[in-house]
């Protein structure tokens, strides 16, 4: 699925470094500058310690599928010649979900293993724009 | 909140007043409270200047429908409109009336959604809060999408067969046959549920609810008017609410059960009630999914059991816990609980016409969501 620009983000907005980093392929979050806890999307205040102040970490690009479904309704005019889809909830190792597309489109017939292991993908849908989406990791 | 034996049998369910359920352009939010508003007064043989609370739930603005219906309750405001609202509104019903800042309050819903085209998903949705437009670019939106994903962990956790969702919503179709008020009342089988379409995967579209256009009033009294009343009383015997606002970005992943459990044990005790002495049940049904989440949440079955559970039958009318007796969200209307709250009282009176429970005494409305709550309303205090 390719959003169209009516679903793309504000490049410049609260998530700014997030985007900037996946065009360069690496995920980052918020990170509280007091008490280290994980957040994002962006937020403006700690939900661990209540406090302001943040900057940016890189995480682990790896997590676990922990849901999916999968859109056979257009709620997306831009969505809708593209249907069905699958959006993932994706775990992460270090913590925060996320949700997400498989990197690849699954076969109609077959649906995401809950439990997966996945590593992220940055795929570009547009000039500022890559998203963070997941392909399944060979088994260890 | 923490409101154990302090709310017990306090208030008495006064007044009901429901519009009809369906397609009314012409009416408004604020027209539809107001009707079902008009009937509840009727029905408790009371006068509007006898309102001296006014809690608005989904009409936008207290202010204008006092205006419109020329009220000036000492208490009044609005809560928000999701349908987690109705079982917090009658918890704040309750204490308002127990506390004794007021002796008469009015809980007054209108939904206009249907005919001003209400969309649960799409550029407008924030389900999940502000920060869902981040989700846009990955085609993640509406409420029927994350619960379908708590449906896949679900099934994928316990083995829960689609089944069990088609059987939720034949059941209460069944039971929306025999509600004159219901907007869908021509009977479907498993096999019309496992054919639908997919809307969000799991998920068919028999397994959402109904949007339509429609009013629910309830007052509540002080018990001790109980006696005047012109209907035999039905007391709120219990009321708990229980929330998992944080880290509501993303569905739970114990669906909800722990904020259930909470309320589920401060209601038992608050009403001297459990699972074994309820008649009948309404369970929030935005989705058939909830259900099943909401049964194992408030003890009706061990987690992870409520597929293998409903597929036994217990929901139906013939069943040990008919459920949803109006027809529910699924086929009735999605009065966003008020109408489980309506179908509750009316069971209790006796006055569910065809689909009435025998010997119904205690009705437990019970609802799964990131504000989990729970109403038992009862004929005895």
């Known amino acids: 699925m390719i959003p169209t620009p009516d679903m793309l983000p504000d490049p410049s907005g609260p998530n700014s470094p997030h985007w900037q980093s996946a065009l360069r392929g690496e995920l980052v979050v918020q990170r509280c500058v007091h008490c280290g806890a994980l957040r994002f ?69 077959t649906q995401p293993a809950i439990g997966q292991a996945v590593s992220a993908v940055f795929q570009k849908v547009s000039d500022n724009i890559a998203l963070v989406r997941f392909a399944p990791l060979p088994p260890a | 909140m923490n409101t154990e034996a302090t709310l017990r049998s306090k208030a008495v369910v006064a007044g009901l007043g429901c519009t009809p359920f369906g397609v009314f352009p012409e009416e408004d939010a604020y027209t539809l409270g107001a009707q079902a508003l008009g009937l509840a007064l009727a029905d408790a043989g009371m006068a509007r200047s006898e309102i001296d609370a006014l809690i608005v739930v989904r009409i936008p603005d207290y202010q204008r429908f006092s205006q419109l219906y020329g009220i000036d309750p000492g208490i009044a405001f609005a809560l928000a ?33 249907r005919s001003t085209g209400a969309r649960y998903g799409g550029l407008a949705d924030r389900y999940s809060g502000e ?41 209460f179709r069944e039971h929306a046959a025999l509600n004159p008020a219901a907007v869908f009342r021509k009977p479907i089988t498993i096999e019309d549920h496992q054919s639908s379409r997919f809307i969000a995967e799991p998920f068919r579209l028999y397994d959402y609810c109904q949007i339509n256009d429609g009013g629910v009033a309830l007052i509540l009294a002080r018990a001790e008017r109980a006696r005047d009343l012109p209907h035999r009383p039905v007391y709120v015997r219990g009321v708990e609410v229980a ?65 293998p559970w409903v597929c036994d039958g ?51 409305y019970l609802c799964a969501a990131a504000i989990c709550s729970s109403v038992i309303f009862s004929d005895s205090p």
């Open chain 1, 41 to 109: 999307p962006a937020a403006p205040l700690c939900a661990a310690c209540n406090r302001t102040g943040h900057d940016w970490q890189a995480v682990r690009p790896t997590g676990r599928i922990r849901s999916w479904c999968r859109f056979h309704r257009g709620y997306f005019p831009g969505a809708k010649e593209q249907l069905p889809y699958t959006v993932l909830l994706v775990e992460l190792d270090d913590g925060l979900c996320l949700y997400s597309n498989p990197a690849e489109e699954y076969p109609l017939g």
């Open chain 2, 81 to 113: 409109a999701q349908g987690r609202m109705s079982g917090l509104a009658m918890e704040l019903g309750a204490s308002i009336v127990a506390s004794g800042a007021a002796r008469n309050v009015a809980i007054v819903y209108g939904n206009d959604g």
């Open chain 2, 131 to 171: 920060g869902a437009t981040h989700w846009f670019p990955y085609g993640m939106t509406s409420p029927g999408a994350a619960h379908a994903m708590m449906y896949a962990a679900h099934s994928h956790q316990y083995g829960t067969s689609p089944l069990a969702l088609a059987n939720i919503a034949v059941t």
């Open chain 2, 243 to 307: 929330t998992r606002l944080s880290g509501s970005q993303f569905p739970p992943a114990d669906y909800w059960h722990a904020p259930m459990r909470q309320a589920a044990r401060s209601i038992y005790a608050m009403a001297g009630l459990g699972p074994d002495d309820m008649d009948g049940l309404m369970i929030y049904d935005n989705f058939s999914a909830t259900v099943l989440f909401a049964l194992e949440g408030f003890g009706y079955c061990a987690p992870g059991e409520s597929g």
């Open chain 2, 314 to 364: 217990n929901l139906s009318l013939r069943g040990r816990y008919p459920a949803n007796t109006h027809g529910g969200h699924l086929s009735e209307s999605y009065m966003q609980g008020f109408g489980h709250l309506a179908e509750a009282v009316r069971q209790i009176r006796g006055d569910a016409g065809d689909r009435q429970i025998p010997g119904a005494h205690n009705i437990h």
